[in-house]
């Protein structure tokens, strides 16, 4: 599965497209979240390693971007040792997520601790450098009860959508945040590099000039060195 895996992930790095992964501790709605955002039929089950290998779906961004949500593997605490290195295996995709999205089940009484393991394990993956937003779900459970919340989470209910709108509009602007833009100016004689650019998709704007063709792109990181050969300036957006 770890070479599936691999092969998977390569194949999304070839369309250089913003990417998240949701994680968090068992049953706290990862699932479900990854179901209410991209309408994936996602296994949704309170059940310990229901997802035990990451799901990938494609979340539609105004303006004809997409980004790239993984659903992985719920963290537990003291997990057996025979299953620690597959469980890892299972959060190579938080590794190379542009950012991660933590699920908390604010219901639970034991949310805190929930929480705090799962920042224990991607510390240990050597992740928690990446941005983090810590959505905190359930809220349709909480019945008006006060909850411990992390600070600067945002409260949602995949059941109930609370939240769910002003949860996409954070992950719009951090996908914006994430996208890095290229102007490459491509002579005429050169069109195989054109070609690559159409083959990888990473065209967002092409003009046509005399002396060749000056392209708006978001490159994927095996043809970064085009920046250099057709004097790429970096455009953040």
């Not at 994430?178 to 069109?191: A, C, D, G, N, Q």
């Not at 990181?221 to 790429?232: I, Y």
């Given at each position: 599965?770890?070479?599936?895996?691999?092969?998977?992930?390569?194949?999304?790095?070839?369309?250089?497209?913003?990417?998240?992964?949701?994680?968090?501790?068992?049953?706290?709605?990862?699932?479900s979240l990854l179901n209410t955002?991209?309408?994936?039929?996602?296994?949704?089950?309170?059940?310990?390693?229901?997802?035990?290998?990451?799901?990938?779906?494609?979340?539609?961004?105004?303006?004809?971007?997409?980004?790239?949500?993984?659903?992985?593997?719920?963290?537990?605490?003291?997990?057996?040792?025979?299953?620690?290195?597959?469980?890892?295996?299972?959060?190579?995709?938080?590794?190379?997520?542009?950012?991660?999205?933590?699920?908390?089940?604010?219901?639970?009484?034991?949310?805190?601790?929930?929480?705090?393991?799962?920042?224990?394990?991607?510390?240990?993956?050597?992740?928690?450098?990446?941005?983090?937003?810590?959505?905190?779900?359930?809220?349709?459970?909480?019945?008006?009860?006060?909850?411990?919340?992390?600070?600067?989470?945002?409260?949602?209910?995949?059941?109930?959508?609370?939240?769910?709108?002003?949860?996409?509009?954070?992950?719009?602007?951090?996908?914006?945040?994430?996208?890095?833009?290229?102007?490459?100016?491509?002579?005429?004689?050169?069109?195989?590099?054109?070609?690559?650019?159409?083959?990888?998709?990473?065209?967002?704007?092409?003009?046509?000039?005399?002396?060749?063709?000056?392209?708006?792109?978001?490159?994927?990181?095996?043809?970064?060195?085009?920046?250099?050969?057709?004097?790429?300036?970096?455009?953040?957006?």
């Amino acid at each position: 599965r770890s070479r599936h895996r691999k092969v998977q992930r390569q194949r999304r790095e070839r369309i250089p497209l913003p990417s998240a992964a949701i994680v968090g501790y068992t049953n706290a709605g990862k699932s479900s979240l990854l179901n209410t955002l991209t309408g994936a039929g996602v296994l949704a089950e309170d059940k310990l390693f229901a997802t035990l290998d990451p799901t990938t779906r494609q979340m539609p961004i105004p303006g004809g971007g997409k980004l790239l949500l993984t659903d992985t593997v719920g963290f537990v605490r003291r997990l057996p040792h025979r299953l620690v290195e597959a469980f890892k295996a299972t959060l190579e995709e938080a590794v190379v997520a542009d950012f991660l999205i933590h699920v908390v089940d604010a219901s639970s009484p034991d949310a805190a601790r929930h929480a705090a393991t799962t920042l224990q394990v991607l510390g240990e993956l050597g992740v928690r450098d990446k941005t983090i937003l810590t959505v905190m779900n359930k809220a349709d459970l909480l019945d008006g009860h006060a909850f411990l919340r992390e600070p600067g989470s945002l409260v949602i209910s995949t059941k109930t959508g609370q939240g769910i709108d002003e949860l996409k509009a954070k992950l719009y602007a951090m996908a914006a945040d994430r996208k890095e833009t290229s102007v490459l100016f491509i002579p005429h004689s050169r069109y195989d590099v054109i070609s690559a650019l159409h083959e990888a998709g990473c065209i967002e704007k092409r003009e046509m000039e005399d002396e060749g063709v000056r392209i708006t792109c978001n490159l994927p990181p095996r043809l970064k060195p085009l920046e250099k050969e057709f004097g790429a300036s970096p455009i953040q957006s």
